[in-house]
């Protein structure tokens, strides 16, 4: 059965086997992983970490032509502002008490119609919250009753915020129900316009920042291509048009998976995997996978030539540099690659989530080196850098490692994608070694942790499962 068809599909875990604690190197990762004993871990203390809701919400927020609506209490779209910006539209179903009770059908209804009144959106998309899991609301009776009344398409993304441990398992739910909307088709009676061209690629995105698919896209269209970008930065629209398309490309296979198997499963769009394109190699590797699919290899290699000349010269200006890297698994792999070609020492990784859809991407670095999985877990990663601190830290929010004495470096506002990522990420390096700053914060911050603490063993609160 396909991913698209059913009402659901099984949790990130149950389905991929996914790990949301870990703490090795990746060869013992490896060797327990193709063990038929492999266990799960679990944390006897955690902090305070994104969820599966917020992980869909992000993701939903992204789309034009769209309305969502929060079925729960009214504090469960606390989020909701920071990721709906300026005219997009977002609705809270306010569930109170004697709702939680006999049912919530009533407001749920009421609010789908008024989005539907006030914006006209082509889909509607019912986000899923603790509330709802709980007292098993019956939202589908809702969504088949209303969807005879109402020209819009109206999808449950049944996000509960407890059934898995990694946030990522919200991007499946909400990849999962845009794609029954691509597999059942519009609602309205009109026609959808083509893109310019005589075929096209859908190039899948779903948690990157909007620099770095820009400067994917136009790589693509450089070499001849027509770009399908769906679903974050993408609308209704354009999801329709997937099941047509030459061939579909993700910038991380791991985390659009699920949609890239389901448009192979619906429509027999060929799904491309390939790594992370950061680093000029790993990006030459990226266009070479799309240009042997849609026919332009020597467009193709026109561009990475073009490209590759803008380069700098060759060298090593990151030796003696030791860093150590927080991003998604794809993400991460790609850039302790591109680092270590600059001289680089990568001392570490840290992972929100492993499983059977990034082990390919990890297999690439050494056997030795170590790997930290655990999404918001700064605590072990504190008492990691304690010990034995690198001299950079990268991640999306790395301040708090100054205390420590480690130059942090963001890449929440770097492409980090294509070319122009692999410069922007090495110049950050260059400007963030005047490190007066950071050795001011490390001598007059006071850290949070105890003494005592910061002593444990770093993966101190990580155990095996007892089955």
Not at 118 to 129: A, N, Q, V
Not at 357 to 381: F, W
Not at 416 to 435: D, V
Request: charged share 25%; glycine share 10%.
């Amino acid at each position: 059965m396909s991913l698209f068809t059913g009402r659901t599909i099984l949790s990130r875990e149950k389905r991929v086997s996914t790990l949301s604690a870990y703490m090795g190197t990746i060869g013992d990762f490896q060797r327990e992983a193709a063990s038929p004993e492999q266990r799960q871990r679990i944390r006897t203390l955690s902090q305070a970490r994104d969820d599966d809701i917020l992980a869909a919400l992000e993701l939903l927020s992204s789309i034009s032509e769209t309305v969502t609506v929060i079925h729960g209490a009214a504090g469960c779209s606390a989020a909701a502002p920071g990721f709906y910006r300026g005219g997009d539209a977002w609705y809270s179903t306010g569930l109170n008490e004697q709702d939680t009770i006999l049912g919530g059908g009533e407001k749920l209804r009421a609010v789908l119609t008024r989005a539907w009144e006030e914006h006209h959106p082509r889909i509607i998309f019912i986000l899923g919250t603790p509330v709802v899991a709980i007292n098993n609301d019956d939202v589908n009776s809702v969504v088949l009753e209303l969807e005879g009344e109402l020209d819009a398409r109206i999808i449950p993304v049944m996000t509960d915020g407890f059934k898995s441990k990694t946030a990522v398992n919200g991007i499946d739910m909400a990849l999962q129900g845009i794609g029954r909307y691509l597999a059942a088709g519009p609602a309205r009676k009109v026609p959808d316009p083509e893109p310019s061209g005589a075929d096209f690629i859908n190039l899948i995105t779903v948690s990157e920042n909007r620099r770095g698919v820009n400067a994917l896209v136009r790589l693509a269209e450089a070499a001849g291509f027509v770009v399908n970008l769906i679903p974050r930065f993408g609308s209704a629209a354009g999801i329709l048009r997937a099941g047509k398309a030459r061939a579909s490309i993700a910038v991380n296979d791991s985390r659009a998976d699920v949609f890239l198997r389901g448009v192979e499963e619906t429509s027999g769009v060929i799904s491309l995997r390939t790594g992370t394109p950061i680093g000029a190699d790993a990006v030459s590797e990226w266009l070479l996978a799309l240009g042997k699919t849609g026919g332009r290899e020597e467009e193709v290699l026109r561009v990475i030539e073009a490209e590759q000349r803008k380069l700098p010269p060759g060298g090593k200006p990151l030796e003696g540099r030791r860093i150590f890297v927080d991003l998604p698994a794809g993400e991460a792999a790609e850039t302790a690659l591109f680092l270590e070609s600059l001289g680089a020492e990568i001392t570490g990784l840290s992972l929100d989530f492993v499983d059977e859809t990034n082990m390919e991407s990890l297999g690439r670095l050494p056997a030795e080196l170590l790997i930290h999985v655990g999404d918001g877990q700064v605590y072990e990663l504190a008492s990691l850098f304690s010990k034995t601190p690198p001299d950079f830290y990268i991640a999306q929010d790395p301040a708090w490692a100054a205390e420590f004495g480690v130059i942090p470096l963001s890449v929440r506002q770097l492409a980090l994608y294509g070319y122009e990522g692999a410069e922007e990420l090495a110049a950050a390096l260059g400007r963030a070694e005047a490190r007066t700053f950071t050795d001011y914060l490390h001598e007059n911050l006071k850290s949070p942790y105890k003494e005592g603490w910061l002593k444990k063993n770093p993966n101190w609160h990580i155990k095996q499962e007892v089955k």
